[in-house]
């Protein structure tokens, strides 16, 4: 079993940073892809970046590409998303998550969730 605990959300306006953090526990943290997902109040639960198990590959949402950056250190067994560029759209619920299959842009694929972080920009 696999726990995914996320910290860092919090109130910024536009413009600012906030690094979201993931500390995993449970199955071997390098053997399994990563991801953070977002969902806004009325809006589907979206993928915003993915990273395979290595770190050697990412995949970032169209809105956000440019401007966030998903990373781990799997000796850490920590996931983080650096989110610069803070725009009020953004605001939402991130999610982290696990994928024992590698990696990928659909929430239904995950087998692993946290349980949130509220992140909210203001304008």
């Known amino acids: 079993q696999v726990q995914l605990v996320e910290s860092g959300g919090g109130l910024v306006q536009a413009g600012g940073s906030l690094r979201l953090s993931c500390a995993a526990s449970?199955?071997?943290?390098?053997?399994?892809?990563m991801g953070w997902f977002r969902q806004a109040p009325g809006k589907e639960r979206e993928l915003v970046a993915a990273i395979n198990r290595s770190g050697g590959n990412t995949y970032y949402a169209r809105s956000v590409k440019g401007r966030f950056t998903i990373s781990r250190r799997n000796a850490k067994n920590t996931v983080y998303l650096q989110m610069n560029s803070l725009k009020p759209e953004d605001t939402a619920v991130y999610y982290c998550?696990?994928?024992?299959?590698?990696?990928?842009?659909?929430?239904?694929?995950?087998?692993?969730w946290g349980q949130g972080t509220q992140v909210t920009v203001s304008s």
């Open positions: 998550a696990g994928d024992i299959q590698g990696y990928s842009e659909y929430a239904g694929e995950y087998d692993y």
């Open positions: 449970g199955r071997t943290f390098s053997s399994y892809g």
